[in-house]
């Protein structure tokens, strides 16, 4: 009787430690509110972008990928961006995919313009930079892809 005991307390005592790790990981998680709005973005290639991922401005994130589609029309990928709701963007904004870091995923890159009219929820970002393929970089500079001669 005394063995059962033991073993219920053992038992309750992980579940609260278990309890104790899920409450933290979410509130450790960066999970964006609904507070923000959504824009587009047209890209020749997205290697290796995913929904989930980072956008930032400066360094610091401000949005998150909400979606990744094709366009049967143009064969782009179409990307949805979630950008915080406080942010202002100039019509100008160029977007860029970028690697994270040499292990890391990519995200999306903002890189502000100038212009005065800012955009609205639903624009569309004109300006924009495919992904780079690593690949495609260092054969280039293995076999000298310039292609001048």
Request: charged share 20%; net charge neutral.
């Amino acid at each position: 009787m005394g063995r059962n005991i033991v073993e219920t307390i053992v038992g309750a005592i992980v579940l609260v430690v278990a309890g104790v790790f899920v409450f933290y990981a979410f509130a450790k998680t960066d999970r964006t509110g609904s507070g923000g709005y959504d824009l587009v973005a047209h890209f020749g290639r997205v290697d290796g972008l995913k929904r989930g991922a980072d956008v930032t401005l400066s360094g610091v994130k401000v949005g998150t990928v909400t979606g990744i589609d094709l366009d049967s029309k143009t064969y782009q990928a179409v990307v949805h961006l979630a950008v915080a709701q406080g942010l202002q963007l100039p019509t100008d904004t160029n977007a860029k995919v970028v690697g994270e870091s040499l292990l890391g995923g990519m995200i999306v890159v903002l890189e502000p313009g100038a212009d005065k009219k800012m955009l609205t929820p639903g624009s569309e970002i004109a300006n924009t930079q495919d992904a780079i393929s690593l690949t495609e970089l260092i054969a280039k500079f293995m076999f000298g892809g310039t292609g001048q001669k």
